[in-house]
């Protein structure tokens, strides 16, 4: 590709405000769509990194192409000719291009003779080019239309160079309609060729680039968007990588060490109290796992600096108890807990689970409570003023040891006596001011406990909770008979029959069921309260129409016809019931009163019903990995085996089939987590589905780094280590504020 300079722009490129120079003075006419693509000034050309390259001497195999895709690929030209529209004369120039083996046409459409005659002479038979366009189909062959095309070799002015450079990698932009791949290519080498170190800010201190062999940052940014070979390009972001992890990581450490500088109340644990009382009475034994994590905390609630610490764990692998027993250590010292949840229906059964495992002793004050007993409150929006006017001064009089609540526990009058620890369940519905609120309620920082339900992979657990030290529950509690998974078909209907009968057998031996719906009625258009918006599925939609999704009402009324649960009560459940209609409805489910219950998502997590022992999950293709996981985790919690049916429509072979079929092939919580990055990506799991913006990662990925970040973590803590606030290197926090400028901060915090 042969790039015509503007002189004018490369000798302002040597002033110190070149880099800020806007887009549109740097590429006249092309400014908006630059823009659109994110870029505003000229320095950010720069971080404005190739997708991939392409290889002149390689051509693409053509047999690999799919209708409806956008493809760039290397191609030699067979044959040319020209065709005239019979309707008006139109002329159009047809091309065969080949990668040796296969040919596939590509037509390009003109108004003038003159045009398609010109391109005709350019289109010399053996010529090698790059075509980008979509791939379309007529008459069953696969084709190209008016494709934007880039030949290797030279056809102009500078065709000396332009010859030199056919053998070298080119670089493929992620592009638009407006602006191209080569277009993209060209603005950037305006940028890039006359830069100098001097006007770089590196963020990567020379001491850690020595040590880890770097390059200076003006190269590899040189190399990555004009490589000579494919080493250039692969050394230059192999630099670039570990500045994304090593600044990330800076900032992490950074936090972290302002936590652990502030003062907090030691939490020791007190023999002969709660705690004590709690673990005598316990009615089963602790796993390993429990133990050892619970000795972490103790000994991190019982020290002068605020814990910070992640427990994640598998599906029923028993974080409640290990955060009970945290929480009762912390009542023992003086202090109080909070438990913060995401929803009313688990905040109250967490309120529940707490008052249940502790019996007598969350009975303070009251008749029948034990003489050491403290109190279980619990705080929502929704209560009536009588409850809620009761918790407030439980809590603000300190009678409450443990307070459980919803955002609610975040506005200004709820008030606590000594605030000594922060539960947070399912701590990514959470951000940082609202974290910080319920922090604030509190005299000296009280130590946090973050938990989560769905196990993060060690390599994302570094790079987006790096600033928390991390506990894993892999056991699960003895007794447990586990989940067998399977996926029904949802068009068979001698297989659909068999799931209701299936259900009504788990009710007959004195199990319950749930129901999984993802939407409440059927009249919803917007899926309100559930699902089937999870990235997975919004990358899937549009592909084809798609039938409605069940909802819960039509599928309640549904099973309450069926013959084959005739006399079995069947309840609902959802986001938009009453407080008191919520409570009735798993009271009356846990019960057996009502042992089938149709819901939305609202059962995800924290619901804890022993004799749930069946699932049926309706459009489970619909739902993503991490969500099936979770809702499954609702059954086998006691003693009977539980059994989990995966309704799905999905085609085989397709990515939703894909989803589905490895829910049912393994109950490995991390297994899955891998699985679902793989597919995801990082741009969903630290991007856009978490706070609405561009992926935080450009050239970084978890799912390949790990080793690059564990050495850019280590090399971030010993530089903070030498100091906190990173003063003595004003390029790593411009860097740091670049980062947290662009939304990425808003992420960040929900650590």
């Not at 549904?558 to 938009?576: K, Q, T």
Request: hydrophobic share 40%; proline share 5%; with cysteine.
């Amino acid at each position: 590709m042969v790039v015509r300079r503007d002189v004018g722009y490369a000798d302002r490129v040597g002033s110190s405000s070149a880099l800020e120079q806007p887009i549109g003075k740097v590429a006249p006419r092309l400014g908006k769509a630059f823009e659109d693509l994110g870029l505003h000034v000229a320095g950010d050309l720069l971080r404005y990194y190739p997708r991939r390259y392409a290889d002149a001497s390689t051509l693409t195999d053509i047999s690999g192409l799919v209708v409806g895709e956008t493809v760039s690929i290397v191609a030699e030209v067979r044959h040319a000719t020209i065709k005239y529209a019979q309707k008006d004369g139109a002329p159009r120039v047809e091309l065969e291009i080949t990668d040796g083996r296969r040919t596939l046409r590509a037509t390009f459409f003109t108004k003038r003779r003159g045009m398609a005659q010109h391109m005709l002479e350019q289109m010399r038979r053996g010529r090698r080019g790059l075509f980008t366009g979509k791939v379309s189909a007529f008459r069953d062959q696969a084709q190209l239309t008016n494709p934007k095309h880039e030949w290797f070799d030279g056809d102009d002015d500078e065709e000396q160079r332009a010859r030199e450079e056919a053998g070298w990698p080119t670089p493929i932009y992620p592009a638009t309609a407006k602006v191209d791949s080569g277009k993209i290519r060209s603005v950037v080498r305006l940028v890039v060729e006359p830069l100098r170190d001097d006007e770089l800010s590196d963020p990567v201190p020379a001491q850690v680039r020595e040590a880890r062999g770097l390059g200076p940052l003006r190269e590899a940014l040189y190399d990555v968007h004009v490589p000579r070979t494919d080493a250039d390009w692969r050394r230059a972001r192999h630099r670039l990588r570990y500045e994304e992890a090593f600044v990330l990581q800076a900032e992490l450490a950074r936090r972290r060490a302002r936590a652990a500088a502030e003062p907090a109340t030691a939490r020791p644990r007190v023999a002969g109290g709660l705690l004590d009382a709690f673990d005598a009475r316990l009615p089963f034994t602790l796993t390993a796992g429990q133990r050892e994590v619970g000795e972490q905390v103790a000994d991190e609630l019982a020290a002068a600096v605020p814990m910070q610490r992640l427990l994640q764990g598998e599906v029923g692998s028993g974080k409640t108890v290990v955060a009970l027993r945290a929480m009762l250590q912390v009542v023992d010292a003086g202090g109080q807990a909070a438990l913060l949840a995401p929803t009313e229906v688990l905040a109250s059964q967490h309120a529940r689970s707490l008052r249940a495992l502790l019996g007598d002793l969350a009975e303070g004050g009251m008749l029948g409570g034990a003489e050491i007993a403290t109190r279980v409150a619990l705080l929502t929006g929704s209560q009536n003023t009588a409850a809620r006017r009761q918790a407030l001064l439980d809590a603000a009089g300190g009678a409450a040891g443990i307070v459980v609540g919803t955002h609610a526990l975040l506005s200004a009058n709820v008030q606590f006596a000594d605030l000594g620890l922060v539960v947070v369940d399912e701590q990514h519905k959470f951000g940082v001011e609202q974290r910080d609120t319920l922090r604030a309620k509190a005299t000296a920082s009280p130590h946090l406990l973050v938990m989560t339900a769905t196990p993060i992979p060690r390599t994302v657990a570094m790079t987006v909770f790096g600033d928390l030290e991390t506990s894993v529950l892999s056991e699960v509690p003895a007794g447990r008979s586990g989940v067998s998974t399977h996926v029904v078909p949802a068009e068979n209907t001698a297989w659909m029959a068999r799931t209701w009968r299936r259900v009504r057998e788990e009710v007959d031996k004195g199990g319950r069921a749930y129901v999984v719906c993802a939407r409440i009625e059927g009249d919803d258009a917007d899926g309100a309260d559930l699902v089937a918006s999870t990235p997975e599925t919004i990358a899937e939609a549009g592909a084809a129409p798609r039938r409605p999704l069940r909802a819960v009402a039509e599928v309640a009324e549904e099973l309450r016809g069926l013959p084959d649960l005739a006399g079995v009560g069947v309840g609902v459940l959802h986001g938009r019931m009453a407080p008191d209609d919520k409570e009735r409805a798993l009271a009356d489910f846990a019960s057996g009163a009502v042992p089938v219950l149709v819901s939305t998502t609202v059962v995800e997590v924290g619901v804890d019903v022993p004799e749930a022992t069946a699932m049926v999950i309706l459009d489970a293709d619909r739902f993503g990995v991490s969500q099936l996981h979770q809702l499954r985790g609702r059954i086998g919690r006691g003693s009977a085996p539980g059994v989990c049916l995966l309704v799905s429509t999905a085609p085989e072979g397709s990515p939703a089939a894909d989803r589905v079929a490895t829910v049912a092939g393994t109950s490995d919580g991390f297994e899955l987590a891998s699985f679902d990055l793989e597919q995801r990506g990082e741009g969903d799991i630290l991007g856009a589905s978490q706070w609405g913006a561009a992926s935080s990662l450009r050239l970084l990925r978890v799912t390949r780094d790990g080793d690059l970040i564990d050495k850019a973590r280590a090399d971030a803590r010993a530089l903070v280590e030498q100091d906190a606030e990173l003063s003595a290197w004003p390029a790593l926090q411009a860097a740091i504020g670049t980062l947290l400028t662009d939304r990425r901060d808003e992420f960040l915090d929900r650590t």
